[in-house]
């Protein structure tokens, strides 16, 4: 059974950085393409980045374009989103979800596994 469990979030501070790590189980990284996706309060559910394994490519929302970065840890069989220059309209909880093949894409209809989610509050 598939499971992807997030970590790393908490509260930080505008301009200040969180490194999210979303771990896989009984999961072949390479035959999935793994997004990170959002939900502040009273909004919808927005994809924010995805990874393709197989050959490293990357998609990411206009938003954060320049600020964070999605990669893979092959030791560890984890996708890590670094996000740098927090603002406080990143505030939401953050998701990591999977979605079997290989088409690159944030939109979360697309996506069959999904993580419990962790906080993120970027404040002051």
């Known amino acids: 059974q598939l499971q992807l469990v997030e970590s790393g979030g908490g509260l930080v501070e505008p301009g200040g950085s969180l490194r999210l790590s979303c771990a896989a189980t009984e999961l072949t990284l390479d035959n999935y393409v793994i997004g990170w996706f959002r939900q502040a309060p009273g909004k919808e559910r927005e994809g924010v980045s995805c990874f393709r394994s197989r050959d490293g490519r990357t998609k990411y929302v206009d938003s954060v374009k320049g600020r964070f970065t999605i990669s893979r840890d092959n030791a560890k069989n984890t996708v890590i989103l670094q996000m740098n220059s927090l603002k406080p309209e990143d505030t939401a909880v953050y998701y990591c979800?999977?979605?079997?093949?290989?088409?690159?894409?944030?939109?979360?209809?697309?996506?069959?596994?999904w993580g419990q989610g962790t906080q993120v509050t970027v404040s002051s």
């Open positions: 979800a999977a979605r079997w093949g290989q088409v690159l894409t944030i939109a979360t209809s697309q996506y069959d596994y």
